[in-house]
């Protein structure tokens, strides 16, 4: 997947009833995880089983709503309590590996500020 970096990642930790779909999903965003579904953020939703997850974006004109279920293994979701945590491209990336989205070995990004 790839998405401009401005575009912001949301988990929604806990667990979601993935018969859910486009409008189930963004009440979800709206009500629950208090952000707007037309930001053109992505929201990552996960089932209890942890071997579905759903990702629910507007692209200009509608709503995308990308699915993946794994057939043998489970996500690494996260056990966080709060109602939804924002992570980095990265992070989404390594979750949909089967990673956890906190890396011990992984390098720290570094953030430099050009002076003139």
Not at 57 to 77: A, M, P, T, V
Request: aromatic share 12%; with cysteine; hydrophobic share 40%.
């Amino acid at each position: 997947m790839i998405f401009p970096f401005h575009v912001r990642v949301f988990l929604a930790t806990g667990y979601t009833d993935m018969r859910k779909s486009i409008n189930g999903l963004s009440i979800l965003v709206a009500q629950g995880l208090e952000r707007d579904p037309l930001s053109g953020h992505l929201f990552v939703f996960c089932n209890k089983r942890q071997n579905m997850v759903k990702i629910l974006y507007w692209d200009r004109n509608g709503f995308c709503l990308w699915h993946k279920r794994l057939e043998k293994q489970s996500f690494r979701w996260p056990k966080s309590a709060s109602d939804a945590c924002e992570i980095d491209h990265r992070q989404l990336v390594w979750l949909l590996e089967g990673l956890e989205i906190h890396q011990r070995q992984a390098h720290d990004r570094l953030d430099y500020a050009t002076v003139f």
